[in-house]
Nanobody, 122 residues
Framework: QVQLVESGGGLVQPGGSLRLSCAASGFTLNYYAIGWFRQAPGKEREGVSCISSTDSSTYYADSVKGRFTISRDNAKNTVYLQMNSLKPEDTAVYYC???????????????WGQGTQVTVSS
């Protein structure tokens, strides 16, 4: 069964850090570009970061550039999103998804995980 599972979310104070994981089962993750997206209540889903399958090129939304880092560990079949200097506006459900190309366009992603909640609050 092809499945993506996100983990690592939680409640953190402003300025804190979290590391999200996106683990794949039933298929090999390194054949795909992986994107991280987030959706806050009442807002549209937005692209946060993505990493290519070929040369591991990375891309970030302007709102997270310099604070978030995406990486992949092919041996563990997992992609990570390290989130530092978190802000209240980063609060959202975070999803990972697979695509044939690294893009911030959610429409080009196929398999999606169930999401993990990130809450940044004092």
């Amino acid at each position: 069964q092809v499945q993506l599972v996100e983990s690592g979310g939680g409640l953190v104070q402003p300025g804190g850090s979290l590391r999200l994981s996106c683990a794949a089962s039933g298929f090999t993750l390194n054949y795909y570009a992986i994107g991280w997206f987030r959706q806050a209540p009442g807002k549209e889903r937005e692209g946060v970061s993505c990493i290519s399958s070929t040369d591991s090129s990375t891309y970030y939304a302007d709102s997270v550039k310099g604070r978030f880092t995406i990486s992949r560990d092919n041996a563990k079949n997992t992609v990570y999103l390290q989130m530092n200097s978190l802000k209240p506006e980063d609060t959202a459900v975070y999803y990972c998804a697979t695509s044939s190309i690294a893009t911030m366009n959610a429409r080009l992603y196929g398999s999606w995980g169930q999401g993990t909640q990130v809450t940044v609050s004092s």
